[in-house]
């Protein structure tokens, strides 16, 4: 491709032009002279209109813009093409004045303002790709970061020397070696057999994941709910008039218990390769043995407690206070 003669009136063009074809742009604009006369007409020219909806396209699922650049049906909505231009400019904060301000129809019509409008995009959409590069290249690193950090508290569990190789097959390796070697001086039954026993495929690890992805959603909001019911609990403890000059007491032993409390779970494909086959033994919570452990003494006072039904008042309140050790905060107000 011809480049411009170096020289001030055309420095301008040389780098739209440099900047179109680092962005892969292989358009009717990369040639000087047609860059030139569709800077010329402006908004008139077809060719013009198509480069500003194709830097627009690319520009927009990177920085998620509310405003778009769409295409024309005619000269009719050239009007209401500038309208988008100028939405979408300011939106991107663009430093060029004569393009977001003034009489909207004359804001693209000299060369040196479309020029300008073609520099700026160009631009803007090259230094989004940089940051997005630069990011998706984080985010890999930081995954395998984490994934080292994982298996090296494996090596820190089983008391393997620190490795002295970043590669994780090789750690992964002394792992395999060590577990054999600790499960040859155990019983056969030790540890039981594993819940699942088929070898997965790469295809149906990935389904279990995102079956498992589906399942956290859903829990997560179950757990929210459980959270939420337990705040408003602990608030209608408060509404006693003996409780009320206990707020501080309330305070001090309930909140510590709250905040170690997270509505995300933890549950990932390795618990399921983990577990055992005695996971898979199904106890009814209202069984006798379960109910041995999660009753406590604020059961006597569920009814003040506006339960909406039986398995409430018997399951779900004695199990919830149980599992944050309510009875201390009970005797705080009470």
Not at 49 to 66: A, F, M, N, R, V
Not at 120 to 128: C, K
């Amino acid at each position: 491709m011809r480049r411009p003669e170096p020289g001030p009136e055309l420095s301008m063009e040389g780098d739209v032009l440099d900047t179109l074809e680092a962005l892969g742009y292989d358009g009717p604009l990369l040639e000087e002279q047609a860059l030139i006369k569709a800077v010329e007409s402006g908004l008139s020219s077809p060719e013009f209109s198509e480069l500003c909806i194709w830097l627009g396209s690319q520009i927009k699922p990177l920085c998620d813009l509310e405003e778009s650049i769409s295409s024309t049906a005619g000269s009719e909505d050239i009007e209401s093409f500038q309208l988008e231009i100028s939405g979408f400019l300011k939106e991107l904060s663009c430093p060029y004045s004569t393009l977001i301000s003034g009489d909207i129809k004359d804001r693209l019509k000299k060369k040196d303002d479309c020029l300008k409008l073609l520099l700026f995009l160009s631009t803007e959409l090259q230094a989004l790709r940089i940051l997005q590069k630069k990011k998706l290249k984080g985010s890999q690193l930081d995954k395998n970061n984490e994934i080292y950090q994982e298996v090296q508290a494996i090596c820190d569990t089983l008391c393997l020397p620190k490795s002295t190789t970043s590669d994780i097959p090789v750690v992964l390796s002394h792992v395999e070696s060590k577990m054999k070697d600790i499960l040859s001086k155990v019983q056969n039954n030790h540890i039981g057999k594993p819940l699942l026993k088929a070898d997965l495929s790469p295809e149906q690890a990935e389904q279990l994941e995102r079956i498992n992805d589906a399942l956290c959603c859903e829990y997560e909001c179950r757990r929210r709910m459980l959270m939420k019911r337990l705040d408003v609990t602990v608030q209608s403890f408060g509404w006693s008039d003996r409780a009320k000059v206990k707020t501080d007491d309330i305070a001090r032993i309930y909140q510590p218990k709250r905040y170690a409390l997270s509505p995300k779970t933890t549950i990932t494909l390795a618990h399921l390769l983990a577990a055992r086959e005695d996971l898979s033994k199904i106890i009814r919570t209202s069984s006798g043995s379960t109910r041995e452990k999660t009753t406590c003494a604020i059961n006597k006072v569920c009814d003040l407690l506006s339960v909406e039904s039986r398995l409430e008042r018997e399951v779900f309140v004695p199990w919830l206070c149980s599992q944050i050790f309510f009875f201390p905060l009970f005797k705080a107000c009470f």
